[in-house]
Structure formats: C-alpha cells, structure tokens
C-alpha cells in the first residue's frame, strides 16, 4: 500500500491498478513525447467510467488537489505535463476507451475519450461512414485531447476545426457534477452552447468524457497529388485554382518546403519524394467525391496540365493507387518525427488570411536572415486555412548556445507573432495555448476577452484545480 494518503485514497475510490504511484510507471505520464516539457506528480489515477472520474474531482475539489487531465500526452505546447511541484495529480483517460455507439442513419457516433483518433476513424469507415479529423499524431492522440485543444490537422479547409465536427459532449465539472450533453442534433437552440466551451479549454474548466461526433458519407473516390512549385506565390494561386475547379471536393492543401521535405527524407526510412528535387516547395493535394475515379483523375489531370501550361508549378504527380497514395501522405505525416531528430526545432503556429501566406513568409524571411544568422527556416502548413507551422531548426550543437542566451526564444517568437498579429493573424492556430504561450495571451489577447476567460475560469473551477499554469496566465 502506498504511504501517500491521497493515492492511497484515490485508490481506494477506483480500485486495484487504477493508481501509479511508481516513478517507472508514471515516467510517460511525466514528460511530452518531444521530452521538451517535464513535470511531477502525487500519483497518475486512471478512471474507467464517467462515474469515477467524478468520484476523482469531487475528491480533488473538496481536498485542494490539481488536476491535469492527460488524453495521448501529444500537446506540443505543455498542456499535458502537470507542473514541476509534484502536489497535483494527473488524471488519465486512457481506460475510457469504448465507441458507445454509431448511428450510420443520423451520420453520428457517440465515443468516450479516451479512444485513439485512429480508432474512431475506423469504427466509422466499418459503418460506411467518414470521421474527418486527420494528423499526424492519429495512431496515438486521443479525441479527448482533440477536443480539449480544438485540433485542427489535414482536412479543415473541407470539414472544419474539431470544433465544427462536435455534437454534444459529455462533462465532468470541477466539483464532480456529470452535464450529459451527448445530443446528436443538428439543431437545438435552446440557449447557451455550453459545448464550446469545453472545446478548445484544455482541461482548464472541467474534463470532456465522452463526445457526439459527427459522420459523413464515405465518398467512393479519393484522388491525392503532389506539386513541385518554386514560389510560394504560385502555390497559393494553384490552391485558389483548386477550390474554383473542385468546389466541395477538396479536402486539403498542405503545403511543405524543401528544407522540410529534405530533413523527412534524410530521417524517415522508406520515405521518397516521387518529384525529386524539383521546386522549393511542394504541394500535397487531395480531393474527395462521389464520381468515379475516372472522370475525377481525368479532370484533376486536365487542371494539372492547365497548371503546367501556365507555368503555376514544375511538375506534378497523381497517386494511382492507395500505396502512392499512402506513401505522398506519410512524407507529410512524418514531419514532426523527422524533426524531433534533426535537431531543435523553434516551432511557431501562427495563421494569417491566406492571401496574406507569401508576405508574411518574405518578412519573417528577412528578419530571421538579419536578427538570427544559423537558423533554418522550415515550413510546414495547412494554406487552405492560412495556418502556418514557421519553424527555425537548429542543429542539437548549436541549440546548446542557444540555451544559453536569456530570452532568445522568446523575442524571437514575438519578432514572427508582431508580424503575423500586423496582418490579422495569430500566434496560435490549432496547437493551443498549453503552459508555453502564458506570455502571448497576456501581450496579444484582447484584455475584455481575457478577463471574460478568467471569470470564466473562476464560475467553473473557483478553487483553481483544474490544469493550473495553462492557458490562462496568472491574474495581476
């Protein structure tokens, strides 16, 4: 039995196994997967059912005890490690793992959130019906942890943010109080849409248990390309030739750049690029419809020649068949991965509107070349949506005298975020807020709406337990 009386406690509330008190068993509750953020904790306490994880914050909320709710532990921004004080509790809900139900008729599902994104892909293909929400992290993510940061991944520019793909949700308040709103209508305007505000919270104003989900049909044709461009320019006129051409059909638009493309192939096995080393950048497309494969590659390649014609891009190629397909979108997947191992990676999730993508890319460009000699720009990002991932890689040897400079990464940060806030965008697009944008909220967030969230905050969670240090700075 363990000599800690709020474990020993917790266990006796969930039962045998549900409690690690262990540091070997707690150490990948403890650290994100990029071991850029660490913290501590009394115990990591793994609920099974809605019922235990109220049993949990009503403990917790009577005795004072934090409580950082923990999905796939994916967060890039510290919004799943608890704080380094190790008085707080990390709250598990990998053992809520059940699809509860999939309705093909009202296109909707029903999942508790502890499921694996990619498993909810496939409960809903199996039905013959389509969830939407895609990334890199999709075999390991949980939807909880989609929600709780309003993931935005590959297909937004079709199907929205996380947000957009929610019915209801299911709710644990601070003080242990269960809201059910697991309704699966389209419409019902009967006051507040209190499930947004789960969304996107991270954990701050309760814990999200289980979500209605919406499906749709399963188009029997998918058709995925990759462009060779040598102008950022062009591949925004070729993503806006796309959705005039494509009007419903086009489900992404990600564009990457060379200096991305070239760290994947040089660190993830297997990985090939089918264009070369033509063009600067490269844009990976794909298009989602009821026509047959036929008449929807014969009109893709129709605009591709149109393109070549106009001399939008380099060279193109079209997926034939599923493993072409797979292979285009692994070298986008494996991004993150790829630069995990090249070396330090200074990421910035920033989105302007995306007419404004070539001048936000020119001036940061610039002021990267002028104010930090060594880094290298490498681009990843989402330009049917405007959301760019602008990262300076620096190598792990030349990260150590970064380290060393007080406030480097931070004036950095704010150089790229003035530029892109300058041209109406944010220094935020789908990662979230976490414990590693606290300054950013107080220096770019409107002051009104930051002190709506913090009276927020303080209605929902008045003894501050839920996930403290993220995503609202501490009040003045």
């Not at 950048?281 to 009821?290: F, H, P």
Request: proline letters at 5%; a negative charge.
């Amino acid at each position: 039995m363990t000599a800690d009386p709020i474990a020993a406690h917790l266990s006796g509330l969930l039962g045998p196994g549900a409690v690690l008190t262990a540091p070997a068993d707690q150490a990948r509750y403890l650290s994100d997967w990029r071991d850029r953020h660490r913290g501590l904790a009394r115990c990591v306490v793994m609920p099974k059912s809605t019922p235990e994880v109220a049993a949990v914050l009503q403990y917790c909320n009577e005795a004072g005890i934090a409580v950082f709710p923990q999905g796939g532990n994916t967060s890039v921004c510290g919004g799943s490690v608890p704080s380094e004080d190790g008085r707080g509790i990390v709250l598990s809900l990998e053992r809520m793992n059940r699809v509860r139900d999939v309705n093909a008729r009202n296109n909707s599902m029903v999942v508790e959130a502890g499921c694996v994104l990619a498993t909810v892909q496939e409960a809903a293909r199996f039905a013959g019906r389509y969830f939407p929400l895609s990334l890199g992290a999709e075999g390991s993510c949980q939807i909880g942890g989609n929600l709780a940061t309003n993931a935005g991944g590959t297909s937004v520019v079709r199907y929205g943010n996380t947000r957009d793909l929610v019915l209801g949700l299911e709710a644990v308040l601070p003080d242990g109080r269960i809201w059910n709103g697991l309704r699966t209508l389209r419409k019902d305007n009967s006051g507040y849409d209190l499930k947004n505000l789960f969304i996107g919270s991270e954990g701050t104003l309760g814990v999200i248990t289980a979500a209605a989900l919406k499906l749709f049909p399963l188009a029997p044709t998918t058709l995925t390309a990759l462009f060779a461009l040598d102008d950022v320019e062009q591949a925004i006129a070729l993503g806006e030739k796309l959705q005039k051409q494509f009007p419903g059909e086009l489900v992404a638009l990600e564009m990457m750049s060379r200096s991305e493309l070239e760290i994947v192939l040089r660190h993830i096995p297997g990985s090939h690029c089918p264009l070369g080393e033509k063009g600067r950048w490269q844009l990976l497309v794909e298009l989602s419809s009821s026509a047959l494969l036929p008449a929807l590659t014969e009109q893709l390649n129709t605009c591709v020649e149109g393109a070549l014609a106009e001399g939008i891009v380099l060279d193109a190629v079209v997926a034939s068949s599923e493993q072409q397909r797979e292979k285009l979108w692994h070298l986008r997947h494996s991004v993150t991965e790829a630069n995990k191992r090249e070396g330090m990676g200074l990421t910035h999730d920033i989105a302007v509107p995306v007419y404004q993508i070539p001048a936000f890319i020119r001036e940061a460009g610039a002021m990267l070349a002028r104010d930090c000699p060594g880094v290298e720009v490498v681009i990843v990002g989402h330009i049917g949506d405007g959301n760019l991932h602008y990262i300076g890689m620096v190598s792990h040897e030349a990260w150590r005298g970064i380290e060393n400079k007080p406030g480097y990464q931070l004036r950095l940060a704010h150089a790229l975020y003035d530029i892109a806030i300058g041209m109406g965008g944010t220094f935020s697009a789908e990662h979230g807020i976490g414990s590693l944008h606290l300054a950013e909220m107080r220096q770019y967030k409107d002051p009104v709406e930051l002190g709506l969230m913090q009276q927020l905050k303080q209605l929902l969670d008045p003894k501050g337990i839920m996930n403290p240090g993220r995503v609202l700075p501490a009040q003045s």
